[in-house]
T-cell receptor
Framework: GAVVSQHPSRVICKSGTSVKIECRSL??????MFWYRQFPKQSLMLMAT?????????EQGVEKDKFLINHASLTLSTLTVTSAHPEDSSFYIC?????????????FGPGTRLTVT | AQRVTQPEKLLSVFKGAPVELKCNYS??????LFWYVQYSRQRLQLLLR??SRESIKGFTADLNKGETSFHLKKPFAQEEDSAMYYC??????????FGPGTRLSVLP
């Protein structure tokens, strides 16, 4: 149980376009989902915390107008990178906490590799 | 401010040797302590959490509140233990912060 999926697994887009990444909890309802960014050989950096039905909470330095997060249902959160630039190229990972497992443990998606050309 | 340090970016040991991955944290309150692991081409997954006091894949972690450390240990490393390991303390209601990670390489 507690499986999180992401789609797509990798995407290449042109500079200036927008790209949407989906994060789904497959077998549980996730009231809270998290979006991370991971650069090569570096740790995960939390970008935002997404709660179902409310606005996401962004970390300092993360542009909310550039990284649009929507958590419209208990099993789906989306991250849209708007007007993408090459410096947005990165590995984006989502996670969710399972309400039955306590609020601490996170279940991670496989990640989405974004390449902006 | 929450701060997690893992002093070794890379740790190489030979198969069968003991291994210790260090983690020190600076947090207010009494955080729950976690170790996450990321094997090559796999997603990040929970390895163990302090509160459960389980030994997972032969790994254990001892919480030292005085030193605010939560080092991960295994007496006999195996090649399949080669992975990235992240220490992650967490206070309920606060943001998740992952340590910088230690890449463990177990040599044959």
């Amino acid at each position: 149980g507690a499986v999180v999926s992401q789609h797509p697994s990798r995407v290449i887009c042109k500079s200036g376009t927008s790209v949407k990444i989906e994060c789904r909890s497959l077998d549980f309802q996730a009231t809270t989902m998290f979006w991370y960014r991971q650069f090569p050989k570096q740790s995960l950096m939390l970008m935002a915390t997404s709660n179902e039905g409310s606005k996401a909470t962004y970390e300092q330095g993360v542009e909310k107008d550039k990284f649009l997060i929507n958590h419209a249902s208990l099993t789906l959160s989306t991250l849209t990178v708007t007007s993408a630039h090459p410096e947005d190229s990165s590995f984006y990972i989502c996670s969710a906490t399972h309400p039955g497992q306590g609020a601490h443990e996170q279940y991670f998606g496989p990640g989405t590799r974004l390449t902006v050309t | 401010a929450q701060r997690v340090t893992q002093p070794e970016k890379l740790l190489s040991v030979f198969k069968g040797a003991p291994v210790e991955l260090k983690c020190n944290y600076s947090y207010s309150g009494s955080p729950e302590l976690f170790w996450y692991v990321q094997y090559s081409r796999q997603r990040l997954q929970l390895l163990l959490r302090h509160i459960s006091r389980e030994s997972i894949k032969g790994f254990t972690a001892d919480l030292n509140k005085g030193e605010t450390s939560f080092h991960l240990k295994k007496p006999f490393a195996q090649e399949e233990d080669s992975a990235m390991y992240y220490c992650a303390p967490h206070n309920y209601g606060q943001n998740f912060v992952f340590g910088p990670g230690t890449r463990l390489s177990v040599l044959p």
